[in-house]
Nanobody
Framework: QVHVVESGGGLVQAGGSLRLSCAAS????????LGWFRQAPGKEREFVAS????????YYADSVKGRFSISRDNVKNILYLQMDSLKPQDTAVYYC????????????????????WGQGTQVTVSS
């Protein structure tokens, strides 16, 4: 079963904007953190931003803070990543990921704590 599916990647010039979307299969009986990660060629996957679904609380990597904004549509179960002031260094495959947790124990910035991953969408920023 598909849990998360990303879309919205593309080619933009430096300084431009792009919005990514992630359609998630969420159940109210479970607890989730939905996150965005990215991976450039030859690099490890890194945290970008995440959102704790039940409380709508957000986390950001320092490298994107002030430029990117993560948000949700709680009715349609869609996660967004609004990317502004894009830089060539933002070029990567962007992944949406889902972390399931219990109680209050979650790890919003940990790659290894996410349970499901989308197929990725390419974001290319030209200089």
């Amino acid at each position: 079963q598909v849990h998360v599916v990303e879309s919205g990647g593309g080619l933009v010039q430096a300084g431009g904007s792009l919005r990514l979307s992630c359609a998630a299969s969420l159940r109210t009986s479970s607890k989730y953190v939905l996150g965005w990660f990215r991976q450039a060629p030859g690099k490890e996957r890194e945290f970008v931003a995440s959102l704790v679904w039940s409380i709508n609380f957000t986390y950001y990597a320092d490298s994107v803070k002030g430029r990117f904004s993560i948000s949700r549509d709680n009715v349609k179960n869609i996660l967004y990543l609004q990317m502004d002031s894009l830089k060539p260094q933002d070029t990567a495959v962007y992944y949406c990921a889902e972390q399931n947790y219990s109680g209050d124990m979650y790890f919003p910035m940990r790659v290894d704590k996410y349970n499901y991953w989308g197929q990725g969408t390419q974001v290319t920023v030209s200089s």
